[in-house]
């Protein structure tokens, strides 16, 4: 599977962006895309999954109440739409796949910069 991740970009505290992660064929009801990122200096860290059947996603404590994952299953598509954002959002944020065959994310997108300027 491959990833693509796109809507990085820069935008003021408090504002929103909304970033998409395009697979490059259809997704198993199994499977499981989440949403990670990485600040400068700092380990990746979860930020939010979704399972590819439209079960219940999961979110990082940091963005619960102002990020929110989808999924378009005819797009091929997942969806990260970020409101109310701060400055320690600032990350490269990277799509992954986990096909649930074990317990981690096997496949990863390229990331896309988002800078949240104060």
């Known amino acids: 599977v491959q990833l693509q991740a796109s809507g990085g970009g820069l935008v003021q505290a408090g504002g929103s962006l909304r970033l998409a992660c395009a697979a490059s064929?259809?997704?198993?009801?199994?499977?499981?895309m989440g949403w990670f990122r990485q600040a400068p200096g700092k380990e990746r860290e979860f930020v939010a999954a979704i399972p590819w059947s439209g079960g219940s996603p999961e979110y990082a404590d940091s963005v619960k109440g102002r990020f929110t994952i989808s999924r378009d299953s005819a797009k091929k598509t997942v969806y990260l739409q970020m409101n109310s954002l701060k400055p320690e959002d600032t990350a490269v944020y990277y799509c992954?796949?986990?096909?649930?065959?074990?317990?981690?994310?096997?496949?990863w997108g390229q990331g896309t910069l988002v800078t949240v300027s104060s």
């Open positions: 992954a796949t986990s096909t649930g065959l074990a317990p981690k994310y096997e496949y």
């Open positions: 064929r259809p997704m198993f009801s199994t499977y499981k």
